[in-house]
């Protein structure tokens, strides 16, 4: 069974992660399939692209198990996550559950995210000896604010879908039983808007953000490597896998 698939049924392009058995974790086949769904450009008729987990999780992140520490690792992540942003369509994330360090990052780079009230959103890398790449921070403080951005990293405890209402990170919340609903009316709404709209609005959008790709930052990205290949990340995993409380030294 594959672990993600996409269709186009009228005017939504369905995306969606299947493989709850693993809560949805990101593996290299999964990260390969989403990045196939947003790179072939949309069909006449397109509107939106709707994406959703099955299970209960929307996706723990990257698959600790599969994982590639160095730099290469991170690419196919950040590129799927980059083609994601400059869709030429409006993405809604439908958020059932948790979604946590890149599952976080999934949800924020859609246009809209929709969330259950019992879902979770959080980044953890700092608990596991890990620190998020410059296109990872850059995102979260884009939609996050810089105040909301440090207690979401620097602790790494998830807050809850309310929260993340509050603070203006996501666009919508809805109880458990009418999420599909809440969903459904918000994919409508969008689809019955006019085509070349929805495609200019979203290239100004995108034109907007392209500054932040123009900072240097060769310097953070050698830092940010020796961090994931360091002994901290080593036992920072080992010890998330192994379900105990890592022992982080000082070095």
């Known amino acids: 069974m594959a672990v993600a698939e996409f269709k186009i049924e009228g005017a939504v392009r369905h995306v969606r992660l299947t493989r709850p058995e693993k809560r949805n974790a990101l593996n290299p ?14 069909r006449p008729g397109e509107r939106l692209v709707l994406v959703e987990a099955e299970g209960t999780v929307f996706s723990a ?5 599969e994982r590639d520490g160095t730099a290469s690792g991170i690419k196919p992540f950040e590129q799927m996550l980059h083609a994601m942003e400059t869709f030429p369509l409006p993405v809604i994330g439908k958020v059932q559950g948790a979604a946590i360090a890149g599952g976080n990052e999934l949800a924020l780079h859609c246009d809209l995210v929709i969330a259950s009230k019992t879902a979770k959103f959080g980044m953890s890398p700092a608990q596991l000896g890990l620190a998020p790449s410059w296109f990872l921070c850059k995102k979260l403080q884009e939609v996050a ?18 929260e993340f209402y509050k603070l203006g990170i996501i666009s919508h919340l809805a109880e458990p039983d009418e999420l599909d609903a809440v969903t459904q009316k918000v994919v409508d709404r969008i689809a019955a808007n006019a085509p070349m709209a929805l495609k200019a609005i979203k290239s100004v959008l995108v034109r907007q953000m392209e500054f932040r790709d123009d900072i240097q930052h060769d310097d953070l990205d050698k830092v940010l490597g020796t961090v994931r290949e360091s002994e901290d990340a080593r036992e920072g995993i080992a010890a998330f896998l192994e379900r105990r409380k890592p022992n982080f030294q000082e070095r």
């Open 29 to 42: 086949e999964m990260i390969s399939i989403l990045t196939e769904a947003f790179t072939i450009p949309p």
């Open 61 to 65: 992140g990257i698959d600790l198990r």
């Open 145 to 162: 604010g810089p105040v909301a951005t440090r207690r979401i990293l620097f602790l790494g405890d998830p807050l809850s879908a309310e």
